[in-house]
Structures are given as structure tokens and as C-alpha cells.
């Protein structure tokens, strides 16, 4: 191989040179076994076609077009004159014998021209870049990645400035980036309403200029000292210039990021204390109007404190409008900052704002029960009410920029409206502010509620007291009455009666005076006025059919008049004399259904006038009387008649006396002359007849007696007496009357009794008598008497028909006869254990009887002992 | 002998009580009316004087306080007699010597006229 062929091995280029004509190949360097894996001779053999189907499917429309379009260059003159110079480049994938692709970068240049100057062959020189592509390959997709990446990156960087530029615009903090210097680079929008700036105005001015000279040496000192610590915050309160002049509070926070590249300047912070100083206002209003809810019952009062509070603090106007449940407008309690403005205000209000049609005020409030704003009262809200041109002149003239208004809901139940105005031209109020408002319509609310609740516990606490105090009344009422019907039935003087039912009359009635009449012979008589504590002695009497009580009489019917000189019946000359203003008469019954008496109460207390009260008082007082009245009544006929039979008794006894003292003598002296003659059978009768005029007289005694214990005026005369002579002397003396009986004496009195002799004589003797009276002859009468501390039981018994059980009940009543008939062998009338029993229980003994039906009886009795002192011997031995 | 006054406006027991008396030996003179009775006494200087408290329509106790009056009469005795049992206070306070209740036991009579006839 000579030079020329070893260099064209070498070359590590594929040389090839092909006919545009024929398509074949005119010569391969051997450099193809390198590249491709083929020899020459295969590509000389195989020719266009072969190579061009070696060629990558995707490669191959740019390779045909590539060298279409070259060729058309080449074959351009101008370009003939360019031999030599490649016209064609291209890079395109063949595949290698072993089957893999291989990349190759081919020049392509004119080989030689036919007579035309037309190209006629083509020299091609390939070049294997497969690696340098590979490497491409993968610097295009790092790059890719790395390009996606980026993207990403960017986007969200994009994405977090424009929330933080967000947050920082729409905060109420302000934020500025300061540089080291003081110098403000950037301010966030909140600064003009803090500050009433633009924020161009702060831009790169010096931030301290702003600050208040005295508070500057502070706010120097704090830059200074963050400038040292980066990376640190701190806090400075600092009053800074307002646009408009005034001097605002601000709470500054400066952070130190001087050092953060993306930062590069401290970050300042600006709250306004004012507005915080403003809400701090409103909360301590709240706390008042908590307070007021707490102290205060009477809301009226209550609420227009509040309304003062709210103005100016939350609002220039504030009306709080309270509605009962029928929706009615109960009450309005309003407050305005300036006075002049009021009635501007109260005609908005009152003519527009409060009716339902309206889509704002306290008509929509009360009547869709939800909180309204108009947080800027601009042109185009007015433009909502062009329908009234009024509102709109109106609301210009009070210069109305903000509106809130809040129903006032209490138990579910709408109660009322509260509107908050405001002409404040740099402020509107916000949500926040509605929120606020709501709170304290809230607190409002429930203070309206408690007080209403209070009120109508306190009206019915109120009504309660006005029944108790009714009842209290009335009670007083019955209370006089009761007394007055038992007073008056103790009394027998319907006089007193009357006086006594009057006086109650004119207490229960509250009255000033009072007066009773008493009908005599037709006449209504009137005795006492009562006036006071007085007691009057008139003497009026009126004929029937006369005065008021004449029309009472008349009508049996109570009467009454409020006005005495204009009445009818009312007598002038008494109704002067008296002084009468306003009366009643009331009648009082007998039992036949006449009227007997009448009340007549004057001038009811505190100018009353006399009703329904008053009268059932004096019906039931009038009640009383009839009763009293008619008891007196009885009981004087009864006393009457009582007296008048023992006026009989006592006459009718006296005068049996009489004929039996002339019989008892004429007797003794018949007696005296029979002894003379002697004549026993006369002596006999005329015995009997003396005998006869004993028990007479016995009788008559024992009725004189009766009577006589029946009007009470029984006398005792008592002295000591020995006891067991009496017995024994009463004894001897039965003994003559009846010798049938067996008398015996059992014990013995040590001490003597101090009683009426006499009349325990009687006792005695008539207990003996019935003893007689009531057994056989030849029975026993045992005598015992038992001596006690202080008394003498003295038992008398006899073996007779005794008396049943039944019987001894009645025994010691007046005229009862226990026995039948038959056994009657001296007759008395059963008088005798009545008087007895009496003389004993005036002794202040007790009688009493043991008996059994046809054993006999026992009668005992108890009289007083002498006392016996200590160391006193007995009386008798 | 002793002389009694007896003044009662039942005659009946003006002759009774005087037929009794003067069985037992005493004088008696006997008046249904007071005036004529003490106009008597002072005649009569009776030794003891009986009388009822009650005299048709007069009060036995004026005629007694008349006699006690007078010095002829003051010191006779005066038994007074009522069929009224209270009347024996009375009797006492108008200044009677004794009383006697009616009707009477005639010993009874007898034993106070006894007494003060001494």
C-alpha cells in the first residue's frame, strides 16, 4: 500500500465519494470498517440504496431534504464558483453492522461538475460523533431537568411574593423596610391609613423626621442597639407625625435583616396604638354597659346613659328604639354629638329610616331581625333611595359617612333596634366594628329584658300586695264584726247593744261618725251620735216615713248617698248640724221580719265613698243586732216572767203563813183545853190535825224556798256548831213523828261543822223524811258520819225501795218525783232534794246517792270542818 | 200580872195568839193598826210588845223606832214576827229585841215570850 492509501486508512474519517447519477459508489476509504463495520466493498457493491436504508428511519427525511436543498444550492452559479467548499452538513444516526446505531457528522462537498456545471458526483466525509452525541444527549436532559427545576422554583418564589405582598398590603400593620441608615426603601399601602400618607411620601426619606422630638433619643438608641444584634427584634412605642398634623401613637417592631441577602434591611413593623387605643375605648365601653346592665332596673333611665356613652365613642349618632311584642314602637332614647345636628337626624329617623319599606333603618331591622351596614355612605348608596330625594338632601346636610345598625334580641324575640351613625370623614366602620356593635346590642338586649322581667315581677309583687293588702283589710273587717256579735251577746241593753254594734260599725268602715236609731211607738228614736271617741246624748226622734231612716223603713232596704246636701231624704237642719257629707242607714230585723232599729254611719274616711264593702260589713253587724236584739228581747220577757212567778211564790207562801200561824195556835189552844177534859179520842184527832198543819207549813217553806233558791237569794248564816247534837236532836225529834223506824247513829265528830244550822237541819230532816217515806216500817235508818282533814261525810241510809239507776240522774233536779204512786205514803213536792242539794253546794259541799232497786238507798253529803290548827286539841271530846 | 201588846192585821191570829196567852196568865191587848197600838201603849205599859213587820201598808220597823222614841216606851221588849224569812235582820236593824218566824211553833212563843216577860 503506498502512502497515499495507508494515510486514507488512517484517516479516522469515512471518506466516500458517490455519483449523484447513478447513485453509486466511486471509492470507500477502509475507514468504513471503523465506523460502520462494513468494507468498501459492501457500500460499492450495495451502492445509494444500501447506505441510504442504513440510514436511522427518523434521520432520513432531513438528510433527503437537506441534500435536495444543498444540491439545488450547488447547482446555483453563484455557488459554481465555491468549488470545493462543503455545502452540506448534517448529523444523522447509520446503523453498524453489529446492529447498533452510530452517529455521524457528514460534510458533504462537490466532487466534480458534468459539462453543465451541474454537480455530478459528491464527496462525503463522515465523521463518528456517537459519543459526543451521547454526551449531548445527556447534557439535554440535565439541562431539561435542571430547566424544569428552575421553572418550578421560579413559580413558587412568584407564587409566596404575591401572598406576602398580599398579607403585607392588606394587614392593618404597616410594614417598611429600613435601611441601616434610617432610610425607608419600601412601605407597605396600610401606612396611609395609619399615617393619612401616600406611600410614595416615605420613600427614601429618613424615617426618624416622622418620629415626635421627645420620643427620637429613644428610637435612635433602639436602631442603634438592633443594628448590633442582627437578627433580633424589638419593640418601641413612638408617637409619629399624621399627615393632618396630629401626632399618632405607633407601636414599632423592627427586625434586623440587614444581613439576609434576599432581605437587606430591617423590617419594621407599625401598629397603630390609636386605633388599638380606639378599640381599647370600645371595650371599656363595653365593660359600662355590662356594669349599667347589672346596677340598673329601670332600662328607660338605663338606656339613655347608654346612648350617651356610645356618643361620641363609638358613634356621632346612636338611637336605641325599644318595641313591644306587638312590634309597636315603645320607647326612643337618642344621642347625638352635635345638638344642632339632632333634629336632622331625628327627622331622617322618624320620617324614613324607621319604616319596614325602607331597606335600611330600624323598620328593615326590626323587621328582618338582622344587623345592617353601610360601611361608606357613598353616592352609590344614595342612589338606592332616589326614590326620596329628601333622604339623600338629608343625609348630605348631617354629612352621614358610616352607618351600622343592630336588632336588640332578647329570648329569641325581637325587642328593638340600635343604629350607630358616624360623619367621621376619615373612618368607616368595618366588620369588626358590626361585630362590636352586635356585642353590646346583645348586652343591651338583655338588660332591656331583665328590666322588663323585673317590672313585671314587680307589678305582680305589686298586685300581690294590693290582694294581701285587701285580704289584710278584710280580715280586720270580720275580725271587728266577731267581736262585736260576741260583745253584743253578752249584753241584755239593746241601748248598749246598739252603742256597742255602732262602734264597730264606724271602725270596720273607716268612718267619722255614727248613729243608731230604735223604733218606739212608731217613732225612730235616736239617743247617742257617736263621733270620735265620744259618745254624744242627742234626742231625735223621727216620725215613720220621715228623714232617711223614713225611706229605710219604707223600703226595708239599706241607703246610701255620697252627697248629703243634695240628697232628698237627708234632713238639712241634721245634715248641717252634724256636718254630714256622706252617709248609709242600714235597717235592723226583728223576727216577725219588721224593722226594729237602724245604723247610719257618716263620712267615710279620705273622702271614700260608701260601696259594696261597707255594705256587706253592715249586714253582717245589722245580723248581729236582729240577734242581740231579739235575745234581749227574751230574756227580759224571760226574766219577767221568772220574777213574776216568784213574786207569786213568795206572795202566794206568804200568804199561806198567815192562816197557818192562827191554825197552828187555834190548835194548841184546842189541845190546852182537851188536856183539861181529858178526852183522849179528841186529843187524837186534834193531834192529827196539828200534825197536818206541820207538814203544811213544811210545804210552804219548802216552796218559799224553792223560790226563793231560784231567784238566788237563799241566805246562809253560818256558825260552828257541834254536829252530833244535831243529829241527835233531829233524831229525837223523827222519833216522835214516826215510832215504826229503827234510828241508829254510827261514828262521832270530833271537831264542830261550820254551816247554816237551820238549814242543815233541813237537809237532814228531809233526807230522813224520804227515808221514812220510802221503807217499811220497822226498817233501819243508819247514820254514819265519817270524819275527813277538812270535811264530814254524813251517810244516811235506809233499807227501803231504793231508786234505779235511770231514776238517780234526776233526783236532785227541781219537781221531780222519782216514785210510783202507789208507794207514796207522804206525799211531797219532790222539792225537797232539790233544796236540799242546793243548801249543800252552797255549803260548798256534795250530795250524792248509792242505791239499788229495792235495797235501799244511801244519801251522803259533805260539810266543812272547823280547821284544826297545829297543836289545837279537838273541839268537842 | 204580866200585860203583852200584841199588833198583827190578820185577827185571826190576834185571837188565837191572844186566847193562848191568856191561858198561860197574861194580859193581852191587841190592835191590827200601829198608830192605835202605840197610842196604847202608852196607856196600857205593856211589859212586852209582838208585832208583825209587816202592817197593812205601814212598816212595822217606823212603829218600833216610834216607840223607841219615847221614854215610856223605849225599854219595853218588842219581839217582831214576819212570815218573810229575811226579815229577821231587819227586824234586828229597825231595833227589835227578837224575831219569830210564821207560822210558828207555839213552845217556840212561849219560851221567847217567857224570856223577855221577865
Not at chain 1, 459554481?80 to 458533504?108: C, D, I, P
Request: proline residues 3%; hydrophobic residues 40%; positive net charge.
Amino acid at each position: 500500500m503506498d502512502i497515499e492509501n495507508k494515510v486514507m486508512s488512517f484517516v479516522p474519517a469515512l471518506i466516500a465519494a458517490y455519483s449523484i447519477r447513478t447513485g453509486k459508489y466511486l471509492y470507500v476509504n477502509n475507514s468504513l470498517n471503523k465506523l460502520l463495520g462494513y468494507s468498501p466493498g459492501e457500500f460499492l457493491n450495495g451502492g445509494m440504496s444500501f447506505v441510504a436504508s442504513l440510514v436511522h428511519p427518523d434521520d432520513a427525511p432531513m438528510i433527503f431534504r437537506k441534500n435536495s436543498e444543498a444540491l439545488k444550492v450547488a447547482n446555483n452559479k453563484k455557488f459554481a464558483q465555491k468549488m470545493n467548499e462543503s455545502f452540506v452538513n448534517f448529523e444523522y444516526r447509520m446503523k453498524h453492522k453489529s446492529g447498533r446505531w452510530v452517529w455521524l457528522q457528514t460534510s458533504g462537498s462537490v466532487f466534480s461538475r458534468d459539462k453543465n456545471g451541474k454537480v455530478e458526483s459528491v464527496l462525503n466525509i463522515s465523521v463518528d460523533i456517537t459519543e459526543r452525541k451521547i454526551a449531548e444527549e445527556k447534557l439535554k436532559k440535565i439541562s431539561h431537568t435542571l430547566e424544569l427545576q428552575i421553572k418550578q422554583r421560579t413559580e413558587q418564589i412568584s407564587l409566596n411574593e404575591k401572598k406576602f405582598r398580599s398579607l403585607i398590603e392588606h394587614s392593618s400593620d404597616a410594614i417598611a423596610l429600613i435601611t441601616k441608615t434610617g432610610k425607608v426603601s419600601y412601605v407597605s399601602p396600610p401606612i396611609t391609613r395609619i399615617l393619612g400618607y401616600r406611600q410614595n411620601d416615605f420613600l427614601g426619606i429618613n424615617g426618624f423626621s416622622f418620629v415626635h422630638p421627645s420620643d427620637l433619643p429613644r428610637a435612635t438608641k433602639v436602631l442603634s442597639q438592633l443594628l448590633l444584634k442582627p437578627g433580633t427584634s424589638t419593640t418601641v412605642e413612638v408617637r409619629v407625625k399624621h399627615k393632618n398634623g396630629g401626632w399618632i401613637w405607633i407601636e414599632v417592631t423592627g427586625t434586623n435583616l440587614l444581613f439576609d441577602p434576599t432581605v437587606g434591611a430591617i423590617v419594621a413593623n407599625f401598629r397603630d396604638l390609636t386605633e388599638r387605643k380606639q378599640h381599647d375605648k370600645w371595650q371599656e365601653l363595653l365593660g359600662k354597659v355590662t356594669d349599667k346592665m347589672v346596677a340598673s332596673f329601670d332600662h328607660s333611665l338605663t338606656l339613655g346613659e347608654i346612648a350617651k356613652l356610645i356618643v361620641p365613642i363609638m358613634a356621632d349618632y346612636c338611637r336605641i328604639v325599644t318595641v313591644d311584642e306587638r312590634k309597636q314602637i315603645q320607647g326612643i332614647v337618642v344621642n347625638h354629638n352635635d345638638p344642632s345636628k339632632i333634629s336632622l337626624t331625628k327627622d331622617l329617623y322618624n320620617n324614613y329610616m324607621d319604616k319596614p319599606e325602607m331597606t335600611y333603618g330600624v323598620g328593615s331591622i326590626l323587621k328582618k331581625g338582622k344587623a345592617e351596614m353601610i360601611s361608606v355612605v357613598d353616592e352609590r348608596i344614595l342612589k338606592t333611595v332616589r326614590r326620596y330625594p329628601s333622604i339623600i338632601k338629608i343625609t348630605k346636610k348631617i354629612g352621614l359617612t358610616s352607618y351600622m345598625g343592630v336588632p336588640l334580641i332578647a329570648r329569641r324575640k325581637i325587642i328593638g333596634a340600635i343604629t350607630f351613625s358616624s360623619i367621621q370623614k376619615d373612618t368607616h366602620y368595618s366588620k369588626q366594628d358590626l361585630a362590636f356593635a352586635e356585642e353590646i346590642a346583645r348586652r343591651i338586649a338583655l338588660l332591656i329584658d331583665n328590666s322588663r322581667l323585673y317590672q313585671d315581677a314587680v307589678r305582680e309583687i305589686d298586685q300581690r300586695k294590693e290582694i294581701e293588702k285587701k285580704l289584710l283589710m278584710r280580715t280586720r273587717q270580720l275580725e271587728i264584726l266577731s267581736r262585736a256579735s260576741r260583745d253584743v251577746n253578752k249584753i241584755l241593753n239593746i241601748n248598749t247593744i246598739m252603742r256597742t254594734l255602732v262602734k264597730s260599725a264606724i271602725e270596720a268602715t273607716d268612718s267619722q261618725a255614727g248613729t243608731y236609731g230604735i223604733i218606739n211607738n212608731e217613732k225612730m228614736e235616736f239617743v247617742e251620735y257617736l263621733s270620735g271617741s265620744r259618745v254624744k246624748q242627742i234626742n231625735i226622734s223621727l216620725e215613720k216615713g220621715n228623714g232617711v231612716s223614713g225611706i229605710v223603713r219604707k223600703t226595708k232596704k239599706f241607703y246610701l248617698s255620697n252627697d248629703a246636701s243634695r240628697d232628698k231624704y237627708m234632713d238639712p237642719a241634721l245634715q248641717k248640724r252634724f256636718g254630714i257629707q256622706n252617709f248609709i242607714n242600714f235597717p235592723v230585723f226583728g223576727r216577725d221580719g219588721e224593722i226594729t232599729a237602724c245604723f247610719e254611719l257618716h263620712n267615710k274616711e279620705n273622702n271614700e265613698a260608701y260601696g259594696k264593702e261597707d255594705i256587706e260589713i253592715l249586714e253582717g253587724l245589722g245580723a248581729s243586732a236582729s240577734i242581740a236584739y231579739e235575745n234581749t228581747q227574751l230574756l227580759n220577757r224571760q226574766r219577767e216572767l221568772e220574777k213574776r212567778k216568784d213574786d207569786f211564790i213568795s206572795m202566794a207562801s206568804h200568804e199561806l203563813k198567815t192562816p197557818l200561824t192562827s191554825m197552828k195556835a187555834y190548835t194548841q189552844i184546842l189541845k190546852n183545853r182537851v188536856i183539861v177534859t181529858d178526852d183522849n179520842e179528841i186529843y187524837h184527832f186534834i193531834r192529827k190535825v196539828d200534825d197536818q198543819i206541820l207538814k203544811l207549813t213544811r210545804l210552804v217553806n219548802e216552796l218559799l224556798d224553792m223560790s226563793r233558791i231560784g231567784n238566788s237569794k237563799l241566805q246562809l248564816n253560818f256558825e260552828s256548831f257541834d254536829f252530833n247534837e244535831l243529829i241527835t236532836d233531829i233524831i229525837e225529834a223523827m222519833q216522835g213523828v214516826t215510832s215504826q223506824h229503827i234510828f241508829q247513829i254510827k261514828g262521832k265528830l270530833k271537831r264542830e261543822v261550820k254551816a247554816d244550822r237551820y238549814r242543815i237541819y233541813q237537809v237532814i230532816t228531809n233526807i230522813l223524811n224520804n227515808a221514812i217515806k220510802y221503807s217499811k216500817k220497822g226498817s233501819k235508818i243508819i247514820i254514819t258520819l265519817k270524819e275527813d282533814r277538812n270535811s264530814v261525810t254524813v251517810g244516811i241510809q235506809d233499807f227501803g225501795i231504793g231508786i234505779s239507776k235511770e231514776h238517780q240522774k234526776y233526783i236532785f233536779d227541781r219537781l221531780y218525783q222519782a216514785t210510783e204512786s202507789k208507794e207514796k205514803t207522804y206525799p211531797g213536792l219532790g222539792i225537797g232534794l232539790f233544796i236540799s242539794s242546793e243548801i249543800i253546794r252552797r255549803h260548798e259541799g256534795v250530795m250524792w246517792v248509792e242505791s239499788r232497786k229495792r235495797y235501799g238507798s244511801t244519801f251522803y253529803f259533805t260539810l266543812p270542818l272547823v280547821r284544826l290548827d297545829m297543836g289545837q286539841k279537838p273541839v268537842l271530846n | 200580872m204580866k200585860k203583852i201588846l200584841i199588833i198583827d192585821d190578820n185577827e185571826d191570829i190576834l185571837d188565837s195568839l191572844s186566847i193562848l196567852l191568856e191561858d198561860q196568865g197574861y194580859v193581852i191587848s191587841t190592835f191590827t193598826k200601829g198608830e192605835d197600838a202605840v197610842k196604847k201603849a202608852f196607856v196600857f205599859s205593856p211589859d212586852l210588845i209582838i208585832l208583825d213587820l209587816l202592817l197593812s201598808g205601814k212598816d212595822g220597823c217606823d212603829i218600833v223606832k216610834l216607840l223607841r222614841k219615847f221614854r215610856t216606851t223605849k225599854k219595853i221588849p218588842i219581839i217582831m214576827m214576819s212570815a218573810h224569812p229575811s226579815a229577821e235582820k231587819s227586824a234586828k236593824n229597825c231595833g227589835a229585841d227578837d224575831f219569830l218566824a210564821k207560822p210558828f211553833d207555839i213552845d217556840e212563843l212561849l219560851g221567847v215570850v217567857r224570856k223577855y216577860s221577865k
